[in-house]
C-alpha cells in the first residue's frame, strides 16, 4: 500500500518536473518507463539513453524504472486519466507486459507503429509484429535453450525426445527449475505439452478449459522422469539456481534462459565446458516489447529515439550488456554476432496465453511434484 | 457536573486514541475478511445471491491441497515441540542460574531475533545443502548416506526453531521471573527433586507463559511464508506457499480465499486457547488482590 503510494508519489513529482523543460528553445525531454530487472534498468539508463542523448543533443531522457513492474496498474490509470481527460500525457515511451497493452488497446491508447513513422521498423520480421497487433516494438528477446557439459555430455541431444531419454539414461544429472519460480522451468514443461498437442492452439487469445484434457499425457511422461531428476525430482528454485548446479557440475544438462546462460558464460560463472543450444522442437522464448501511448507529447522524439534503438549500434549495445537477441532480423547484425549466437538464435515456441499458462503450472504442481 | 464532564472528556480522549487502530483493524481486516469469506461462499459462475460450500468441497476433494494442510499442520506441531523443549530448559538455566556464562549466554540466545528471516533462510540453506558444512562434516564422520536437510519439512523445522528460540526464552522467561524464589527453595528443602520441583511447582506456577508461548509460536510457524517458500521443497508446500501460488501463479482468486479461510478457522481454534489461558490469568490475578 505506501509502496504503491510512494511510487504514484515519484511518479507524479517525475511528471511535473520531467515535462519542465519542454519549450521551443530548450531540449525536449523524453519521459521512458521501463519495467524490468537492474540489467535492463543499467541497460536503458546507462547504456542506449546515454548514448542517444550523444547523437541527438536536442532530446534529454528522464528515466523511470519500475522493477518488477511494479506500479505498472498506476501508469495505465495515468496515461487512461490523461486520454479521458483530453490531455497529453507524461509518459512517451513504456516498455511492460502485454497483458497491459492489451487492456489499453479498445481505449486506443497507444500508436500503431509503422514504417512510416519509425522507416527501420522494415528490419523486425513481421511476425513480431504482428505478435502485439503493431503496438509493440520488440528490441530485446531471449528463449529457453538447452545447456549440456561437454566434459560429460558427448553426444547432446538434438530434439525434446532425444532429451527425455538422455535424462532416462543419465538418472540424477538433468534438472529444470520449480515452473512456479522461473521462466526456464516453464519452457522444459511447456515443451512436454507442446508435444502431445498443437502450440498454436493454446498460444492464442481463447481460453479453454475443456481443452486441457488434452495436456494429460505430457503430466504423464513428466511424472516418470520424477525418479531421473537431479536429486531423485528435486526442482530448484528459480532459473539461477539451476545455473549454480550446472556450474557446480552437480547436473551435466539443464533447461536455462539464453541470455542468462551467455552471460554466466562471459563472466565465467560457467564451466568453458558448457555449451548452450536450442533443440527441435523448440523450447519458448518471448521479445520484450516497448510501446507508445498515443497521448504523448512528444511523439517525433520517440519515434526518433525508436529508430534508432533498431540501429546495428544501439542492438549491439542491447546484445553487448544483457546478451539478448535483438529486436530486428539477424541479417541486419554483423557476422561476428550471429557466429556467437548461431547453436541458439533460432525459432523458438510460443509461449501458452496466461490463462492456460496459469493452469500449466497448477496442474504442474498437482500431478507432477505432487505425486511423489 | 464537572467531574461528568471530565469522565465524558476522558472517554473522549480515549476513544481517539483507540479510534486510529480500530479503523484499521476494521477497514483493513474485518472488512476484507467478511468480503473473502463471502467470496468462498459464492458457488463458481456467481448466479444470484445463493450461498454454497461447492469451493470448500472443491478444495478439500483436491488431494494435493489436503496433502499441503496436513503437511503444514504436521510441520508447525514438531517446529512448536522442538522450539519448546529447547527453550523450556534455556529459560530455567537463564533464571535460576547466576554466573558469568549465563550472562553471556542470555546475550548470545537473543542474536536471531535481530537477523531478519530471509538471510536466516539463506544461511541455513547454505548451511545444510548437499556441499554445505553440515553435509561435509557427516560426510568426514563417515555417514556415507543421510536423509536430504533442506528443500524439505526437515530444513523448515530446522529454520523455524533456530527463529523462533529467542521470543520463546523471552517470554517463558517473563513468567519465571515473577516465581518467587522461595517456592523453589521451599519444595527442594521438603526433598523435590528436580524434575518433580519443575512439574509440581514451576510448570503450574508458570503455566500462562507457556500457554501464550505455545499458542502464538503454533500461529506464528503456521501462518509463515518466508521460510517455507525458501527453505521448503516443491510439494507439498506450506499453506503460506500454497495460498500465494494460487492467487499469483494459477489466477484462481477463489480457491486462495478458501485455503484462507480454512487455516484461519484452524489458527482460530489455537487462538481461543490463548484468549482462555490469558483470561484466566487475569481472574486468578483478581483473586489474589
Redesign the interface.
Known amino acids: 500500500m505506501t509502496v504503491a503510494v510512494a511510487i504514484a508519489l515519484v511518479m507524479f513529482l517525475f511528471g511535473v518536473f520531467g515535462s519542465g523543460g519542454v519549450g521551443a528553445q530548450g531540449p525536449v525531454t523524453l519521459n521512458v518507463y521501463i519495467n524490468g530487472d537492474t540489467n535492463i534498468f543499467d541497460l536503458w539508463n546507462k547504456s542506449l539513453l546515454p548514448a542517444f542523448m550523444k547523437r541527438y543533443p536536442q532530446y534529454r531522457a528522464n528515466f523511470v524504472a519500475l522493477l518488477h513492474g511494479e506500479g505498472s496498474q498506476g501508469v495505465l490509470d495515468k496515461i487512461l486519466a490523461a486520454k479521458q481527460a483530453g490531455r497529453t500525457t507524461d509518459v512517451d515511451l513504456w516498455e511492460t507486459q502485454p497483458s497491459f497493452v492489451t487492456q489499453g488497446e479498445p481505449q486506443g491508447l497507444w500508436v500503431k507503429l509503422t514504417t512510416a513513422l519509425i522507416p527501420n521498423l522494415s528490419r523486425v520480421p513481421t511476425q513480431k509484429l504482428v505478435a502485439t497487433d503493431y503496438y509493440g516494438m520488440p528490441y530485446r528477446g531471449s528463449s529457453v535453450v538447452l545447456a549440456y557439459n561437454t566434459a560429460f555430455v558427448k553426444n547432446p541431444p538434438k530434439t525434446f525426445d532425444d532429451v527425455v531419454a538422455w535424462i532416462k539414461a543419465n538418472p540424477g544429472k538433468f534438472a529444470y527449475c ?1 515452473p ?1 519460480t522461473g521462466g526456464s522451468g516453464q519452457a522444459f514443461m511447456v515443451a512436454a505439452v507442446y508435444k502431445f498437442v498443437q502450440a498454436a492452439q493454446f498460444a492464442g487469445g481463447t481460453y479453454d478449459p475443456k481443452a486441457e484434457s488434452a495436456w494429460e499425457p505430457a503430466w504423464q511422461l513428466l511424472k516418470d522422469l520424477n525418479s531421473s531428476m537431479y ?1 531423485n525430482g ?2 530448484p ?1 528459480g532459473n539461477v539456481a539451476v545455473l549454480q548446479l550446472l556450474s ?1 557440475q ?1 547436473v551435466y544438462m539443464a533447461s536455462v534462459w539464453s541470455d542468462m546462460g551467455t552471460d554466466y558464460l562471459k563472466r565465467g560463472l560457467l564451466p568453458k565446458t558448457v555449451k548452450l543450444e536450442q533443440i527441435t522442437p523448440p523450447l519458448f522464448g518471448g521479445d520484450s516489447t516497448v510501446t507508445v501511448p498515443a497521448g504523448s507529447a512528444h511523439l517525433e522524439g520517440v519515434f526518433q529515439l525508436l529508430n534508432w534503438v533498431l540501429t546495428p549500434e544501439a542492438q549491439q549495445i542491447v546484445i553487448n550488456q544483457v546478451s539478448g537477441y535483438p529486436g530486428v532480423d539477424w541479417q541486419y547484425m554483423p557476422a561476428s554476432v550471429r557466429a556467437q549466437f548461431a547453436e541458439v538464435a533460432k525459432p523458438y515456441s510460443p509461449l501458452p496465453n ?2 492456460y499458462l ?2 500449466m ?2 496442474l504442474w ?2 500431478r507432477v ?2 505425486s ?1 | 457536573m464537572d467531574r461528568a464532564h471530565r469522565g465524558w472528556k476522558q472517554g473522549a480522549l480515549g476513544l481517539a486514541l483507540v479510534l486510529p487502530p480500530l479503523l484499521v483493524l476494521v477497514f483493513l481486516i474485518v472488512v476484507p475478511a467478511i468480503s473473502a469469506i463471502v467470496t468462498t461462499l459464492t458457488p463458481p459462475g456467481g448466479s444470484g445471491p445463493t450461498t454454497s460450500f461447492v469451493n470448500y468441497a472443491e478444495v478439500l476433494a483436491t488431494r494435493m491441497l489436503r496433502a499441503d494442510i496436513g503437511f503444514t499442520v504436521t510441520v508447525t506441531l514438531v517446529s512448536v515441540a522442538v522450539v519448546f523443549l529447547l527453550s523450556y530448559p534455556l529459560a530455567l538455566y537463564l533464571r535460576f542460574t547466576r554466573t558469568r556464562a549465563t550472562a553471556i549466554l542470555g546475550v548470545l540466545f537473543i542474536v536471531p531475533l535481530f537477523v531478519p528471516v530471509v538471510i536466516a533462510s539463506f544461511a541455513m540453506i547454505t548451511f545444510l545443502v548437499n556441499h554445505g558444512l553440515v553435509s561435509t562434516i557427516l560426510y568426514r564422520l563417515g555417514f556415507e548416506r543421510f536423509p536430504r536437510l533442506v528443500y524439505n519439512a526437515t530444513g523448515i523445522v530446522i529454520t523455524q526453531v533456530w527463529v523462533n528460540i529467542p521470543f520463546a526464552v523471552l517470554i517463558l522467561g517473563a513468567g519465571l521471573q515473577a516465581i518467587d524464589d522461595s517456592l523453589v527453595d521451599a519444595a527442594r528443602d521438603v526433598g523435590a527433586g528436580s524434575l518433580r520441583t519443575f512439574f509440581s511447582v514451576i510448570l503450574p506456577l508458570n503455566i500462562t507463559s507457556t500457554m501464550i508461548t505455545l499458542t502464538l509460536q503454533f500461529i506464528g510457524i503456521f501462518g509463515s511464508f518466508t521460510i517455507p517458500y525458501l527453505v521448503g521443497g516443491n510439494a507439498p508446500q506450506m499453506l503460506g506457499v500454497t495460498m500465494t501460488d494460487y492467487l499469483t501463479q494459477y489466477l484462481r482468486r477463489t480457491e486462495s480465499a478458501t485455503l484462507a479461510v480454512i487455516a484461519f478457522m484452524i489458527a482460530a481454534v489455537v487462538g481461543v486457547i490463548y484468549v482462555l489461558s490469558v483470561s484466566r490469568r487475569e481472574r486468578g490475578e483478581r483473586v489474589v488482590r
Open positions: 520449480d512456479n536429486n528435486f526442482y528454485n557446480q552437480n496466461s490463462q496459469a493452469d503450472l497448477r504442481h498437482e511434484a505432487g511423489k
